[in-house]
Structure formats: C-alpha cells, structure tokens
C-alpha cells in the first residue's frame, strides 16, 4: 500500500516562501497522477495543484503564479514550492494520488490521508 508522507512546513511571514515536500513509500516508481490538498481551519479540503504522470500541472486559480509543483519519480518524491505567500494561504497540507473520472481528479476513496503539514502564514 503506498503511504506518502508531507513536510516542509512551517511558520512563516507573509510574502514568504516553504517549499513542501511529499515522499511516498510502499511502491518501485511512482506512476500516479499526484496533487496537494490543503484543509484551511474550519473549512473543506481543496484541490490546490496537480501534476500528472507526464507532468502536466493545473493549480487553483488563488494560487497560480505563486505555487509551483514538481515531481522526482527517482526520488518517488512530489514538491509544492509555494511563494508570495499569504495569510489566507494557511492550512494543512496534503499530498495525494489523483484519479480522474471524467470530469474531476479526485482523492482515490481506498486510499488514507496522511497527517499533512501545518503551514501557517502570519507576521
């Protein structure tokens, strides 16, 4: 069974930079469509940027420009290097295999969260 595990991140200021990191273990090479998610307090989870297995990327439109995802399949690691960062910006976050159903990606259903990262934006 795969497990991924996120770190990276952190307290920091706004207009700041953290660059996340995902490392999944379980599996030879990592073949997935892969995602960040992230949980603000109080709020649903979200799609915040996907990448997919030939490394096309799509982001949240509050994010675009800032975020940028990446992927080390040698590594079986996933990375979200988030800059310009804002207060709104704070929430867990989680990375995430993606399956699409034709009209979405979405979080396989079998598949267990992680225990995120907490990134918290403030001065």
């Known amino acids: 069974q795969v497990q991924l595990v996120e770190s990276g991140g952190g307290l920091v200021q706004p207009g700041g930079s953290l660059r996340l990191s995902c490392a999944a273990s379980?599996?030879?090479?990592?073949?997935?469509?892969m995602g960040w998610y992230r949980q603000p307090p109080g709020k649903q989870r979200e799609l915040v940027a996907m990448?997919?297995?030939?490394?096309?990327?799509n982001y949240l439109d509050s994010v675009k420009g800032r975020f940028s995802i990446s992927r080390d399949n040698a590594k079986n690691t996933v990375y979200l290097q988030m800059n310009s960062l804002k207060p709104e910006d704070t929430a867990v976050y989680y990375c995430?295999?993606?399956?699409?159903?034709?009209?979405?990606?979405?979080?396989?259903?079998?598949?267990?969260w992680g225990q995120g990262t907490q990134v918290t934006v403030s001065s």
């Open positions: 990448i997919t297995t030939d490394r096309s990327t």
């Open positions: 995430s295999r993606l399956n699409y159903d034709g009209r979405r990606w979405l979080h396989p259903p079998g598949d267990s």
């Open positions: 379980g599996i030879s090479n990592m073949i997935y469509n």
